[in-house]
């Protein structure tokens, strides 16, 4: 015959612990997603160099990194480690972390970043599931992008604020689909 109440007891302790674990890893999991949600707001020195290839085809190198870090260039410098020690994985040198908008700003002011597109380029926008041809006005750095103001062809319609993600080149694969 079973032992009714052992059994019992036995579960409830394990359903105990399980619960007491799904709220360890639950809490951890939050933690873990704040860092990384924090962590977006700054960028390590392989990231700036990966940018600058990127914007400018042009490489630069750990030296120049560190020199603009140590004249106060990048902003406040933290050690990924120690304000992100859930996400940090890699062994080996410290890495540092400059905040985004201060790089941002600094290689804008340097000439180093600019924008794709120039005033009066023509790109592609998506707009209400539709692509229109439109002739951007203007292009301006907030905090770690650039929003264009562009003036829709078709309409004339001024449009402001596009995050330059939501721009295709007219060469673009995917500017080729029918325009209204």
Do not use: C
């Not at 960028?43 to 140590?70: C, F, N, P, Q, Y």
């Amino acid at each position: 015959m079973k032992d009714y109440d052992l059994l019992i007891a036995r579960l409830r302790r394990q359903i105990a612990e399980a619960t007491e674990q799904l709220k360890q890893l639950e809490a951890e999991r939050a933690a873990y997603e704040e860092q990384r949600r924090r962590r977006s707001a700054y960028l390590s020195s392989r990231e700036i160099l990966d940018l600058l290839a990127a914007r400018h085809g042009r490489m630069g190198s750990m030296a120049t990194i560190k020199r603009w870090a140590d004249e106060g260039h990048l902003g406040a410098v933290i050690d990924e480690r120690e304000a992100f020690p859930l996400l940090t994985g890699k062994q080996g040198n410290k890495r540092f972390l400059y905040p985004r908008e201060d790089v941002f700003r600094f290689l804008y002011e340097k000439g180093l970043l600019t924008p794709a597109y120039d005033v009066l380029d023509r790109v592609r926008i998506t707009r209400r599931t539709q692509q229109e041809w439109a002739v951007v006005i203007s292009a301006e750095l907030a905090v770690d992008r650039f929003l264009y103001t562009v003036q829709v062809e078709s309409s004339g319609e001024v449009v402001s604020r596009i995050p330059e993600a939501d721009l295709l080149p007219p060469e673009h694969p995917a500017s080729r689909l029918p325009v209204s």
